[in-house]
């Protein structure tokens, strides 16, 4: 089926006249709903004390669901080549990367896309992106993987390892955080199951950053998601009312607290309301890790944070009709 990448939109040289599928109703576009000033989100050092930390994820994950962390133990030169294997992939010609085009309309949700409508009021984002899984080893599957540039592979492997010791901890510091032993929230989440999902997204420079958007509003259904960017600014988090600009801080992870965090804390950590906007000159990119429990994993507010005063505030299904229902705008 042919696609119409938003990469080969923005090279055209024909845009005088902006595609009406990219344009935001008035109540979403930038021009309309322009950010805060002055405030920004929170940034949290991996080199604080233990009981510092605690304190700081836990005020950060509820009162926000997003924080900056430094000091991860990742080191910058590997996310400097996580990159440049990404921008490699996407810099081929258009024919190759349709070799590792995605359908998901037929369940094949791993590889390269981009958003189509489903009918004509319908508004799609200004982003084309390459998507597929690193974690559990069972799921994964390599061929799916970029082949250009050769050591895509060995690069996101190593990142992927990395990753998971950052999840593990933040996992620690959150289940602590609500009272509970350490080992609690990953054990929900799978243990050694944990999946780690890539998520490559590509923005190209658009004519008219002030009425489109690269992402719409959206909380992630992961149970956290762990971003890097490059250096273009655009994202941007939801807070009291206001959307909040995330300013770039090079080499620190961008940590969104997702949707089966919050329903595990009973909404003691809030997962947050985030978007991307696009930029007119330069292309954006990020590389954002969805941390998730396994399909079968059954999820609902931890029963140690539950009792008469504290009903659930959620219903218990497993990740996998949790899925189901979002895609398909169902309520939970
Ligand atoms: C996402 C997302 C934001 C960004 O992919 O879920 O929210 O900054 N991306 O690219
Ligand atoms: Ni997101």
Avoid at 118 to 127: G, H, I, R, T, Y
Avoid at 258 to 271: P, R
């Amino acid at each position: 089926m042919e696609v119409e990448r938003v990469q080969a939109v923005a090279s055209g040289a024909d845009l005088n006249e902006f595609p009406a599928k990219f344009i935001r109703p008035a109540h979403e576009r930038p021009e309309n709903t322009k950010p805060l000033e002055g405030v920004s989100v929170p940034v949290i050092s991996l080199a604080e004390s233990h009981d510092v930390l605690v304190k700081e994820i836990y005020k950060a994950c509820s009162e926000w669901g997003f924080f900056l962390l430094k000091d991860h133990g990742i080191s910058p030169g590997l996310i400097e080549k996580l990159q440049e294997v990404g921008i490699e992939f996407f810099k081929q010609p258009q024919e190759e990367k349709e070799k590792y085009a995605n359908d998901p309309s037929a369940g094949k949700f791993e590889g390269y896309g981009t958003k189509m409508t489903k009918n004509l009021d319908e508004k799609v984002e200004w982003v084309d992106y390459f998507f597929h899984l690193m974690s559990p080893p069972s799921n994964v599957n390599h061929q799916i993987w970029p082949q250009i540039p050769s050591s895509y592979r060995e690069v996101t492997e190593v990142y992927n390892k990395e990753l998971l010791k950052v999840t593990d901890t933040l996992l620690e510091l959150l289940s602590e955080g609500l009272g509970l032993e350490g080992k609690v929230l990953k054990s929900h989440v799978g243990g050694d199951e944990i999946e780690l999902e890539m998520k490559i997204n590509m923005y190209p420079p658009c004519p008219q950053p002030q009425l489109a958007l690269g992402v719409e509003p959206h909380t992630d259904m992961s149970a956290l998601t762990l971003l890097v960017p490059n250096d273009v600014p655009g994202l941007q988090v939801w807070k009291d009312d206001n959307w909040v600009v995330v300013d770039y801080l090079p080499n620190a992870l961008f940590v969104h607290v997702g949707d089966q965090i919050e329903v595990l804390s009973n909404g003691k950590y809030k997962s947050v309301l985030h978007r991307s906007t696009v930029n007119k000159e330069r292309t954006r990119m990020s590389w954002a890790v969805f941390c998730a429990p396994p399909h079968k994993a059954m999820i609902g507010p931890l029963p140690e944070l539950v009792d008469e005063q504290n009903p659930a505030k959620y219903s218990t299904k497993t990740f996998a009709e949790y899925r189901y229902r979002k895609f398909n705008k169902l309520p939970q």
